[in-house]
């Protein structure tokens, strides 16, 4: 069982940042993905960033020059670093953690992000 703990979401105005965690616990693998998805209300979940231990990066278009995600292998914790945000990013961000080792994905609770214009 894994248990993820999102951090980091809150209100900014157009052109702010805001830095996202999750923190994950219980049965860890190094194959584990971590990352980044998005639900805008009255729309589909959708991929913002995923990264693996070893660093490689998946972003949307959306997200390319803007968002970083990174992560901290020692914590098994994720970041999403979100700069120049826009009314368009606002969304519920859920953390993700799958890999080739699992049956299913796991998910947070999500975080509520909203940018007023």
């Known amino acids: 069982q894994v248990q993820l703990v999102e951090s980091g979401g809150g209100l900014v105005q157009a052109g702010g940042s805001l830095r996202l965690s999750c923190a994950a616990s219980?049965?860890?693998?190094?194959?584990?993905?971590m990352g980044w998805y998005r639900q805008a209300p009255g729309k589909q979940r959708e991929l913002v960033a995923v990264?693996?231990?070893?660093?490689?990066?998946n972003y949307a278009d959306s997200a390319k020059g803007r968002f970083t995600v990174s992560r901290d292998n020692a914590k098994n914790t994720v970041y999403l670093q979100m700069n120049s945000l826009k009314p368009a990013d606002t969304a519920l961000y859920y953390c993700?953690?799958?890999?080739?080792?699992?049956?299913?994905?796991?998910w947070g609770q999500g975080t509520q992000v909203t940018v007023s214009s």
């Open positions: 219980g049965r860890l693998f190094r194959s584990d993905v």
């Open positions: 990264i693996t231990s070893g660093g490689n990066t």
């Open positions: 993700n953690l799958g890999g080739s080792m699992r049956p299913y994905d796991y």
